[in-house]
């Protein structure tokens, strides 16, 4: 039998510090969905996401299109890069696909028909 307490166990280590770091991202469920801060952290979070102007509850994940901004644009900006590396920076390599291509012109076809239809909201 290895005495933990001489050797030392990583796997000790290890489980602290995943427990640590699943613990704020499990408290911002609540602090977004309904303005309430599930630890010290999310509480300072929440006092800054008011004085930003930003007001977390129900009515947060209505302005959708920005949330997942903020979650998919690092991704999309990484896989981005790695396409281009790969490419040796040939853009083309963006409509060479036919998938590829149809999902550029559908990403444009949203974006124009969302300004549309803000517009036409707005008159």
């Known amino acids: 039998m290895i005495n933990y307490w001489i050797e030392g166990a ?4 290890a489980v602290v510090e995943c427990a640590n770091n699943a613990v704020t991202g499990g408290a911002l ?7 309430v801060p599930g630890d010290v952290v999310t509480a300072v979070m ?4 008011i004085l930003i102007g930003v007001r977390p509850g129900p009515l947060l994940f ?3 299109p920005l949330i997942l901004g903020v979650i998919l644009g690092p991704m999309a900006e990484q896989n981005l890069n790695r396409a281009l590396i790969l490419s ?3 853009y083309t390599v963006m409509f060479k696909s036919p998938i590829s291509l149809t999902l550029l012109v559908l990403a444009i076809l949203s974006i124009v028909l969302g300004v549309i239809s803000g517009r036409r909201e707005s008159k």
Do not use: R, Y
């Open 29 to 35: 469920v609540p602090t977004l969905a309904l303005g």
């Open 62 to 64: 209505q302005a959708t």
């Open 46 to 49: 929440l006092g800054a996401m």
């Open 10 to 13: 990583i796997e000790g280590v």
């Open 88 to 90: 040796g920076n040939d």
